[in-house]
Each structure stands twice: as structure tokens, then as C-alpha cells.
Nanobody, 123 residues
């Protein structure tokens, strides 16, 4: 089992940047595929990005391609989400998730979740 704690959320103006962090503890971090999902008010939780345990497979939702970058630091057991050129529609609670599957872009593939961090983008 793995425990996940997100940080780095906040309020930013449109066009600005934020970097989210997700610190993992428990079982070996390097064996997990890590993902980021988000949930806006009144909407379903949706996939944002994921990185395989090896780091050689990365997936992005079309809505964030070219603006968001996922990365991982195995030594620190941390995954990051660098968000640039933020838009008001990026406003959501962002969740970190982990799975032992080699890849995953759906909620049901991730058994482990963090508590979420709020990102608010003002226009």
C-alpha cells in the first residue's frame, strides 16, 4: 500500500504557473505508475496526466497538452505536475493517484489516492 500527500495548490491568475507535488510513502515508489486527476465543481473527476513507473511512458489529456508537464523523482518518492499557461477552466481539486498497472488513464485503474489540493485560476 502507498500513501499520497499533495501540496502546491493555490490561487493564480490566468496565464500563470503552479507546481504541484505528490509525496508518496509506503511500498516502493518506483514500482507505481503515478497519475494526476482533477475535479471541478459539479463535474466528474477527470484524467490529467500519468507517468509509468519507468518514466518512459507519459500520457496527457488533450486539454493540458503543451501546458502541463509530469515528472517524478524516485529518490524523493515524489511526482510533480508543472502547470503553465493556466486557464480559468483549469480550476479544480487536483488529485494524485497510484497504481501498480503499467499505465492508466481511468479512475478505476487507480486504487490509491491523495486527499487533493485546490487550484484556482482567476480571469
Amino acid at each position: 500500500q502507498v500513501q499520497l500527500v499533495e501540496s502546491g495548490g493555490g490561487l493564480v491568475q490566468a496565464g500563470g504557473s503552479l507546481r504541484l507535488s505528490c509525496a508518496a510513502s509506503g511500498r516502493t515508489f518506483s514500482t507505481y505508475t503515478m497519475g494526476w486527476f482533477r475535479q471541478a465543481p459539479g463535474k466528474e473527476r477527470e484524467f490529467v496526466t500519468a507517468i509509468s513507473w519507468s518514466g518512459n511512458r507519459i500520457y496527457y489529456a488533450d486539454s493540458v497538452k503543451g501546458r502541463f508537464t509530469i515528472s517524478r523523482d524516485v529518490g524523493k518518492s515524489t511526482v510533480y505536475l508543472q502547470m503553465n499557461s493556466l486557464k480559468p477552466e483549469d480550476t479544480a481539486v487536483y488529485y494524485c493517484a497510484a497504481t501498480l498497472l503499467p499505465a492508466g488513464m481511468t479512475l478505476s485503474q487507480y486504487p490509491y489516492w491523495g486527499q487533493g489540493t485546490q487550484v484556482t485560476v482567476s480571469s
